[in-house]
């Protein structure tokens, strides 16, 4: 029902009769197609980072006696846990021009002057793969165990040697997940607010900013509606390509030589 509100309210003019100049306005508008191009690039540089990052983490947790990989598991979710708002506060106070890292970099002398870590989409990035890395490596992990470590052992008896075994047996099966990690990270960094809006300048304004300035200072519900159905449509086809590539039954299944 919420979709559907979501689509009706899009084509309604202020009397509620049906029109298509909210969409004309979209389509006329190059800044919002720039803003768009902006939020799928920070959502896939995000996706990207998170699976560079997390796949070591996953790897080393899927390795793990199960109870001993449970309580690394809480480590892990620590930071998922954690509200998004104090996350991204701690940033703020780590890479401000005044923060903890200028400070340390300045008092080694390796600075003349306060590096711009934030008000940038390096800021962005590094506090929305701090948030989503936990769902990188939870997606992740659990294709990782069910991967039969006794294939990379006979690959070895047939003479290969570790990288062999790593890059030819063990990464093409962990795949499935790793593409479903990617997944669920861009689908939810789409609409990332609180981040960009707090350590992103300008230039990197998000869908999900312009949404909230379209309804709580504009109050043009229609058009947040619009801006609202084209972010529906940029996850919807995103899942469409992972279909095509993998199958979405992958996203529940673990990883089958």
């Known amino acids: 029902m919420p ?38 690039r920070i959502a896939a540089l995000t996706a990207l980072f998170s699976l560079l990052l997390g796949y070591p983490l996953a790897y080393w947790l899927s390795g793990l006696k199960e109870s001993r990989r449970n309580q690394m598991l809480l480590l892990v979710l620590v930071p998922f846990w954690t509200s998004y708002l104090v996350k991204t506060f701690s940033w703020m106070l ?47 992990m659990p294709v990782m165990a069910g991967i039969d470590r006794r294939l990379g052992q006979a690959a070895g008896t047939l003479g290969a040697g ?31 607010f609180i981040v960009p809006a707090f350590l992103g300048g300008r230039q990197q304004t998000m869908l999900a900013q312009l949404i909230i300035v379209q309804v ?14 084209m972010l529906l449509v940029t996850a919807m086809l995103a899942c469409w390509i992972y279909n095509h590539l993998f199958g979405l039954s992958s996203l529940s299944s673990g990883a089958n030589p």
Do not use: C
């Open 216 to 229: 709580q200072e504009l109050v043009n519900w229609a058009f947040a509606g619009v801006l609202a159905t």
């Open 162 to 192: 570790n990288s062999h075994r790593f890059w030819m047996v063990y990464f093409p099966l962990s795949i499935p997940g790793m593409a479903a990690g990617g997944l669920l990270t861009f689908i939810t960094s789409l609409g990332f």
């Open 3 to 40: 979709v559907f509100r979501l689509l009706a309210l899009s084509v309604q003019d202020a009397d509620g009769s049906l029109t298509t100049l909210h969409y004309a306005k979209l389509v006329d508008r190059e800044v919002y197609w720039r803003i768009l191009s902006i939020t799928f």
């Open 94 to 140: 780590l890479l401000g021009n005044d923060g903890i890292l200028n400070r340390l970099l300045s008092g080694a002398g390796l600075i003349s002057g306060p590096l711009p870590l934030m008000y940038n989409e390096f800021g962005v990035i590094v506090g929305m793969v701090h948030a989503m890395m936990p769902l990188a490596v939870l997606t992740m």
